[in-house]
């Protein structure tokens, strides 16, 4: 039942990934379900526009960005994690924090936006 919202101007989207579109298993990652067992798509739609790179801001810190730059560092990508561009539901008020240390041990880089090089 999701949809766009109806005063978004949609003309310039060429391609949506759904997720989270099975009722019996969450699916954090914009690349898997949690399982892993099913994919979204995204990486082929990727791949198929030679993208080598990723640069990931969004909700939450800790669910969704985190599995999803995981999973982008598993498939090869180099990951920028936009810092002032995410937040945390902190369910525990460290879980944030525990989220962006296991990203970056795992090979993401952590950055404001006013880091990122003009291209981004």
């Known amino acids: ?17 759904t997720k989270g579109t099975n009722p019996e298993i969450d699916s954090y990652s914009a690349f898997f379900d949690n399982g892993h067992l099913q994919k979204t798509g995204l990486h082929a739609y990727l791949q198929s526009l030679s993208v080598e790179s990723l640069t990931i801001l969004g909700l939450a810190t800790d669910y969704c960005v985190k599995y999803t730059v995981l999973d982008a560092l598993a498939l090869s990508y180099r990951v920028v994690v936009v810092l002032d561009g995410i937040r945390a539901v902190n369910l525990r008020n460290e879980d944030g924090d525990l989220a962006l240390r296991e990203m970056s041990n795992a090979g993401a880089m952590l950055m404001e936006s006013t880091q990122l090089p003009p291209s981004h």
């Open 1 to 17: 039942g999701a949809a766009l919202c109806h005063t978004l101007d949609t003309g310039p989207i060429t391609h949506i990934i």
